[in-house]
């Protein structure tokens, strides 16, 4: 009988309890994190506080949110008391603590935890340059795919214009002499006392020589091809200058001595330092880790004192290079969405996982275990996961952050080659223009039908202009 009521009087104060917190106000402490946390105005937002407004829909209660006074998520201090959010539950000063909030064996003695709401693990983030793999074709880095690609480009065209400036065609079949059939009429003043010809073959020899700061002769006569010879000379000479300036600054740059893709490759380098927020759980594994790298690692953090006060300054500091921050991958992938010079190590270790903490015995730890588990299973975890994540770095490609040369950087370099390209064959053109003018005016005939004739033979219609004349002769 005793034990009966003591039984109803137990369901009894459970039941006076739930309803006295249903009539208040539930008072939540959290932490200023992006996303987690932020503020809007006079109001705060963030992954945290649409987390909450599920959780009291299918829970049941209302609440207040307040930030935590010391910025700190909760770790035991010298006199063995908690401190930060753990803190403040453990005071009584909050009946819950929802943020991104590591469960740790030393948390949860002090007080009770739901099931996690998000999984995560230790990662670090860094410049992109310092993740940089050095690559075998070191040689081609100066300049970008889409730069080489215009340089191919610009010598096929320079080879081309050079042949067509000075083509060769043998000589009608009535002849037995080897004649040269060029655009320009200064490349073929003798025709029958040419050792040379610009073929095809020798038009793109001669631009090579060019590239290599190498003579590769013979060099035009006319106007046009020493024109054209001379804009491709300047090309290339600006462009190994930008070529070589480009390869040294690489070269000699500090950033790329050092490539660090594992905790492993930070703990055995002394080019960058590293650390993590000061007091957080983070920094407690490696304190309390038996893993002689990571051991190392605590060690280098406490002998630099190179510990942030924040993970936006952990962040920041990254940004500024020569620094990697060690916190939540998940966090990390934050600031990597954000920011698109910085990258997440791909290594991540002592998994880990997100909580929201209770007094201990509290009885809405079940319900809110309950409900958590429910939105992971509808999906709604997943999305204000994609909400808070979403990257604003999308279209930003890595070729504005590669110290490699663009096109548009050498845009006007381009320019110059294609002008004096395209005068060099106006050029040409004019010397034929003149030189049919005066053939017609010699001969008596059209200067069109002239020029028409010259035209087709040196295009590579001479075999039937040299049919038809001889045809012509018979007749005669």
Aim: a neutral charge.
């Amino acid at each position: 009988m005793k034990s009966y009521m003591a039984l109803v009087f137990c369901v009894a104060a459970l039941s006076a309890w739930m309803i006295t917190a249903d009539s208040k106000d539930l008072s939540i402490t959290t932490i200023k994190q992006d996303p987690y946390t932020m503020s809007k105005g006079s109001e705060l937002e963030g992954y945290c506080i649409d987390l909450i407004s599920e959780l009291s829909k299918k829970v049941g209660f209302k609440f207040k949110v307040h930030l935590v006074k010391d910025n700190r998520y909760g770790a035991l201090d010298s006199s063995g008391n908690w401190n930060g959010m753990i803190g403040e539950i453990v005071r009584g000063e909050a009946d819950l603590a929802v943020a991104p909030l590591t469960l740790t064996a030393i948390r949860e003695q002090s007080v009770d935890t739901t099931t996690p709401f998000m999984q995560t693990g230790i990662g670090f983030l860094l410049h992109k340059d310092m993740a940089s793999e050095e690559s075998t074709f070191c040689l081609l880095s100066p300049f970008s795919t889409n730069m080489w690609v215009g340089v191919l480009i610009a010598f096929l065209l320079t080879g081309l214009c050079i042949f067509l400036v000075g083509r060769s065609w043998r000589g009608p079949p009535y002849t037995t002499a080897t004649t040269t059939q060029r655009i320009s009429p200064a490349e073929w003043a003798e025709p029958e006392t040419e050792e040379h010809n610009f073929t095809l073959v020798h038009s793109f020899w001669y631009i090579t020589g060019a590239l290599t700061l190498q003579g590769a002769g013979p060099h035009p006569k006319a106007l046009s091809g020493r024109l054209v010879s001379a804009i491709w000379w300047l090309f290339v000479i600006l462009l190994l200058a930008c070529y070589f300036g480009n390869f040294n600054s690489m070269l000699h740059s500090n950033n790329k001595h050092v490539s660090i893709k594992t905790f492993e490759d930070l703990a055995n380098q002394d080019a960058i330092d590293y650390g993590t927020v000061e007091g957080g759980s983070t920094m407690l594994f490696f304190k309390f880790s038996k893993y002689p790298v990571y051991r190392r690692m605590y060690e280098h953090m406490e002998r630099k004192k190179s510990y942030v006060s924040s993970m936006e300054e952990g962040v920041r500091r990254s940004q500024e290079g020569n620094f990697a921050f060690i916190g939540e991958a998940v966090s990390l992938d934050l600031a990597v969405a954000r920011y698109c010079k910085l990258t997440r190590s791909q290594e991540v270790i002592a998994m880990r996982a997100y909580g929201i903490a209770a007094p201990l015995g509290s009885p809405l730890v079940k319900n809110l275990t309950k409900a958590i588990l429910q939105l992971s299973e509808s999906g709604e975890l997943m999305y204000l996961r994609d909400k808070w994540w979403a990257s604003s770095c999308v279209g930003a490609d890595k070729a504005q952050t590669s110290e490699a040369l663009q096109p548009h950087n050498l845009r006007g370099l381009f320019l110059l080659l294609g002008l004096g390209l395209g005068v060099g064959l106006l050029l040409a053109l004019l010397e034929l223009l003149s030189r049919a003018r005066n053939q017609a005016k010699d001969g008596k005939k059209s200067c069109c039908s002239v020029l028409t004739s010259e035209l087709n033979w040196r295009l590579g219609r001479g075999g039937e202009s040299a049919e038809q004349e001889s045809a012509d002769k018979s007749k005669a």
